[in-house]
């Protein structure tokens, strides 16, 4: 069960020009929601996050878009630098069994690979 | 400040071999985090510590996968024995309090085939 989906496996930009890759997710409960950005040979990266009180968050060239309603986020990246080029996983996150500790899993999707044109 | 670390960085066994993987977090760090990330799929979790505690190891296989963080610092995951569909590769995070809003920092994986 596939509870987040970036159904498009790979995307190709100009150099310049805006990235916007898409997320899909099921599970209603889900509540904070993060982007990470992976190189080959590499563990992924924070990227942004958003939390479900908000429906956009802003960090320079990047802007993460929420809409609860039809369950869907979408990262912007503005404008595209040959530096982006990598993996972007989605990520997605709530309350579930919270312990003193916490406990907050985290559920990713399969991932964009993006790559920008120079 | 350094960073996760992980070792080593490939492998390559036969099936039913056994195989060990090693994380060392970054320090201070009280929540360490194994995924398996299987080629064309996202990062999905394998067990989860807090200090030296499991706090959730729902989708860990048991019956051939374990995982231990004696002291509450390094960890270990091993496999035994290996199956051709655990070829993927193992990536080790940590994060300072276990909390979604905290960013978990990875480390650069092992990349594990089974043939």
């Known amino acids: 069960d596939q509870q987040v989906k970036q159904n498009s496996p790979s995307l190709s930009v100009q150099e310049g020009r805006i990235s916007i890759l898409n997320c899909d997710y099921t599970n209603s409960m889900f509540d904070y929601f993060l982007w990470y950005k992976k190189y080959p040979a590499e563990g992924p990266t924070f990227l942004i996050s958003?939390?479900?009180?908000?429906d956009k968050n802003e960090d320079g060239r990047f802007t993460v878009f929420l809409n609860k309603s039809a369950k869907h986020l979408s990262l912007h990246i503005v404008p595209s630098q040959p530096g982006d080029s990598a993996v972007y996983f989605c990520a997605a996150t709530y309350p579930g069994r919270k312990s003193n500790f916490g406990n907050e899993k985290l559920t990713f999707g399969t991932g964009t690979r993006l790559t920008i044109i120079p | 400040e350094a960073g996760v670390a992980q070792s080593p960085r490939y492998k390559i066994i036969e099936k039913r071999q056994s195989v060990a993987f090693w994380c060392n977090p970054i320090?201070?760090?009280?929540?360490l985090y194994w995924y398996q990330q299987i080629l064309g799929q996202g990062p999905k979790l394998l067990i989860q510590f807090q200090n030296n505690g499991v706090v959730d190891d729902s989708q860990l296989p048991k019956d051939r996968f374990s995982a231990e963080r004696l002291k509450g610092v390094d960890s270990t995951l091993k496999i035994q024995p290996a199956k051709l569909e655990d070829s993927a590769v193992y990536l080790c995070a940590s994060n300072p309090s276990g909390r979604a809003t905290d960013t978990q920092y990875f480390g650069p994986g092992t990349r594990l085939t089974v043939l």
């Open positions: 958003i939390s479900s009180i908000k």
């Open positions: 320090s201070g760090h009280a929540t």
